[in-house]
């Protein structure tokens, strides 16, 4: 049974950072791509962040570039928030995508298996 958990995610002033941590079980991480998406209250879901199978290419979306970055070793992908701003404020979800690649624009339909999702708020 494939499993999917964030961790990590909490209260913050704009401009401080936060680590949101992602594991999955029950499937070869090697085989997947992992995305980052977010929802905020009364907004359509957006994806954020992706990261290949073999950690070498990474996506952005506008919002998060030049803040976030993506990393992945062999058992937990990483989303590390920098420079947080209040329009931050999401659910965060990790998620996997058979075939190992990243396709843009982020396509939450696309992915396989999702996390609960851990709660990010930024507050002024």
């Known amino acids: 049974q494939v499993q999917v958990v964030e961790s990590g995610g909490g209260l913050v002033q704009a401009g401080g950072s936060l680590r949101l941590s992602c594991t999955a079980s029950?499937?070869?991480?090697?085989?997947?791509?992992m995305g980052w998406f977010r929802q905020a209250p009364g907004k359509e879901r957006e994806g954020v962040s992706c990261?290949?199978?073999?950690?070498?290419r990474t996506y952005y979306s506008d919002s998060a570039k030049g803040r976030f970055s993506f990393s992945r070793d062999n058992t937990q992908i990483y989303l590390q928030m920098n420079n947080l701003k209040p329009e931050d404020t999401a659910v965060y979800y990790c998620?996997?995508?058979?075939?190992?690649?990243?396709?843009?624009?982020?396509?939450?339909?696309?992915?396989?298996?999702w996390g609960q999702g851990t709660q990010v708020t930024v507050s002024t």
């Open positions: 990261i290949t199978w073999s950690g070498i």
């Open positions: 029950g499937l070869t991480m090697d085989d997947y791509a």
């Open positions: 998620a996997a995508r058979r075939g190992g690649r990243c396709y843009t624009p982020l396509k939450g339909d696309e992915y396989n298996y």
